[in-house]
T-cell receptor, first 115, second 108 residues
Framework: DTEVTQTPKHLVMGMTNKKSLKCEQH?????MYWYKQKAKKPPELMFV???????INESVPSRFSPECPNSSLLNLHLHALQPEDSALYLC??????????????FGPGTRLTVT | GQNIDQPTEMTATEGAIVQINCTYQTSGFNGLFWYQQHAGEAPTFLSYNVLDGLEEKGRFSSFLSRSKGYSYLLLKELQMKDSASYLC?????????FGAGTTVTVRA
């Protein structure tokens, strides 16, 4: 199984809502990532978890709150988002987080629209 | 900082060959990846170069010159399904940084 799954596929939320994005992998990978991708732009790293601990936070606003409940799951909790946060949110995983990111496997993404 | 440059768009005919160039200036280097991304889908891994030279994998080949900060992805025998965005990405000890991507359009 070389699949990273993400739910939901699409999400529309208001600026006062609270929602969560979910990501799951069963490849035994110990590093998991959240990326944000705007249209026609490359993915931008948001967070890195290594062995279920937050290793990297790329100065992401606190309205985005990551959580790694176990080695297979990664969540991104959203609260009080702005319309400019509308984007494709990609989850990825790799075997380890060392000497760079290694080969990452990406999920299909959640298309988020903030109204 | 990271600076990764690649052309914005390329067009080629079915059956032809296309070469996508990528130049990079990064703080640290542990390898270079090429990913393919179809519209609205996740990036999928194509190739990884850590040493200078050519890596061949079926219709796709990738080349790296670390001294020149240069890589290319060569797509041979183009098929319509190869129409996609191709992302060059460089990894250092810290993270994977992506170029803006090259949109390749394959015409019949």
């Amino acid at each position: 199984d070389t699949e990273v799954t993400q739910t939901p596929k699409h999400l529309v939320m208001g600026m006062t809502n609270k929602k969560s994005l979910k990501c799951e992998q069963h490849m035994g990978h110990r590093a998991m990532y959240w990326y944000k991708q705007k249209a026609k732009k490359p993915p931008e790293l948001m967070f890195v978890y290594s062995y279920e601990k937050l290793s990297i936070n790329e100065s992401v606003p606190s309205r985005f709150s990551p959580e790694c409940p176990n080695s297979s799951l990664l969540n991104l909790h959203l609260h009080a988002l702005q319309p400019e946060d509308s984007a494709l949110y990609l989850c990825a995983s790799s075997q380890e987080y060392q000497q760079g990111a290694g080969e990452q496997y990406f999920g299909p993404g959640t298309r988020l629209t903030v109204t | 900082g990271q600076n990764i440059d690649q052309p914005t768009e390329m067009t080629a005919t079915e059956g032809a060959i296309v070469q996508i160039n990528c130049t990079y200036q990064t703080s640290g280097f542990n390898g270079l990846f090429w990913y393919q991304q179809h519209a609205g889908e996740a990036p999928t891994f194509l190739s990884y170069n850590v040493l200078d030279g050519l890596e061949e994998k079926g219709r796709f080949s990738s080349f790296l010159s670390r001294s020149k900060g240069y890589s290319y992805l060569l797509l041979k025998e183009l098929q319509m399904k190869d129409s996609a965005s191709y992302l060059c990405a460089v990894t250092n000890d810290y993270k994977l940084s992506f170029g803006a991507g090259t949109t390749v359009t394959v015409r019949a």
